[in-house]
């Protein structure tokens, strides 16, 4: 019988040159680009530009992708009213579930499978995941959806369409680090679900649903919201010791935001998010839940278990403060994540697209084998 890797562990499923992500050394590429500089420099459109090309683009392109991304962010009011007939207090994840897989029915491509349809309606999805995200947020708080501006960026558009105002440039810039930060990831378990839909030869806004529910796990992306809820129930940097030791050294619980399959290393984004969350805290006038999430990592970094198995803080862990000190809800931290990540889905897709073969592995049958049936009247 062949050996089962659990979990995937090692197994090598594609050749892709949107990211290297180097789990020994915590090491982030992007197109051949750190992740540091990106992070510093890049604005997100320039990060999906690069994923979906392979190289930066001049300003001409750049400005092209920005204002196509903005001009198809719009929603189908048919959509919007869809929204509006869901229920206030819905998982905004199952929403944008359930929305992505409607925004097909507006699409009049849905149904082209070619490379160049999926092309474009990657940029309609990434400018639409957005607006859905920051009107289920109005809409759940009976607030009048905004509709995004042409001449803004995608991380302005969101700060603008959630508030209906001016959009704050502190604000839009730490979702612009944000966005960038999380575009893409390797084989991470909503990528490879979306490879695994594309390779079945179904449809990009499938793929993308797919991967939309794979990320709401807590074990993925759902880590963020995960974490910022341990977070405040922590409460004070007073309990973090007794709340590690209640929680964590009884083995009751594990801490959300740390650890990760591929870094043994510290997540190199996690080191750029806590300077932000930092900043950002500092500059709020409230460093409590900043203090509180640094203090949990500093004992779980000293501790023999978290050591020994070389458990750092990921992408999810000071994440969880920079949206939390920028006042998202907490439950909107996840449909943040999908609508930066539709990016790096979208990449994967086309790259399966383009070389596709169904993705199909085997299991070991552990079961009996040659049972004798009888009918339910004799079982
Ligand atoms: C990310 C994650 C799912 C990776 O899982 P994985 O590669 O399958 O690793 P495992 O679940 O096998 O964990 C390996 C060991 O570390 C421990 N561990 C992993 N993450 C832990 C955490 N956050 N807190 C406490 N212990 C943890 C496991 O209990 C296990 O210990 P064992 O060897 O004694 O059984 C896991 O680290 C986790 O659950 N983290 C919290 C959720 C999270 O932040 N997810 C977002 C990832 S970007």
């Not at 090692?10 to 750190?34: H, P, Q, W």
């Not at 990060?47 to 979906?52: G, I, M, N, S």
């Not at 160049?116 to 009048?144: H, M, P, Y």
């Not at 009884?250 to 080191?271: N, Q």
């Amino acid at each position: 019988m062949a050996e089962v890797q659990k979990g995937l562990e090692g197994v090598v499923v594609a050749d892709t040159i949107t990211s290297l992500v180097n789990g020994v050394e915590g090491k982030l590429i992007y197109g051949g680009y750190k992740i540091e500089d990106l992070a510093e420099n890049a604005l997100f459109e320039e990060v999906v530009y690069l994923l979906w090309n392979g190289r930066l683009p001049n300003t001409t392109e750049l400005e092209e992708l920005r204002s196509a991304i903005a001009r198809e962010a719009v929603l189908d009011e048919n959509l919007i009213t869809t929204l509006e007939g869901f229920p206030k207090d819905a998982n905004p994840m199952a929403v944008l579930e359930s929305a992505v897989a409607a925004l097909a029915f507006y699409d009049g491509e849905s149904e082209d499978l070619s490379v160049e349809a999926a092309r474009r309606k990657a940029v309609r999805l990434t400018g639409q995941i957005t607006t859905i995200c920051a009107a289920w947020d109005r809409i759940r708080k009976e607030q009048a959806p905004v509709a995004p501006r042409a001449d803004l960026t995608l991380a302005q558009n969101f700060v603008y369409m959630l508030s209906g105002e001016e959009p704050d440039k502190t604000a839009s810039d730490a979702i612009n680090v944000y966005l960038v930060l999380l575009a893409e990831h390797g084989m991470n378990a909503s990528t490879f679900t979306s490879r695994v839909v594309t390779g079945t030869g179904a449809d990009i806004h499938s793929a993308v649903v797919a991967a939309i529910a794979a990320l709401k796990g807590p074990s993925h992306g759902g880590a963020n919201s995960a974490a910022m809820k341990m977070f405040l129930e922590i409460e004070d940097p007073a309990n973090v010791e007794q709340w590690f030791q209640d929680n964590i050294k009884s083995g009751k619980r594990r801490i959300m935001g740390i650890g990760h399959r591929v870094y043994k290393a510290l997540d190199p984004r996690a080191d750029i998010l806590r300077k932000h969350a930092q900043a950002l805290a500092e500059s709020s006038g409230n460093t409590r839940w900043f203090e509180i999430a640094d203090k949990l990592a500093d004992t779980a970094l000293s501790d023999e278990y978290f050591i020994e198995r070389k458990l750092y803080p990921n992408v999810d862990y000071f994440s969880a403060i920079v949206l939390y000190t920028l006042k998202l809800d907490v439950d909107m931290f996840t449909p943040l994540f999908a609508m930066s990540r539709v990016a790096g889905w979208s990449a994967h897709i086309i790259e399966q697209i383009q070389n596709n073969r169904l993705i199909r592995p085997k299991a070991n049958y552990v079961g009996p084998q040659d049972l004798e049936w009888k009918p339910a009247s004799e079982r």
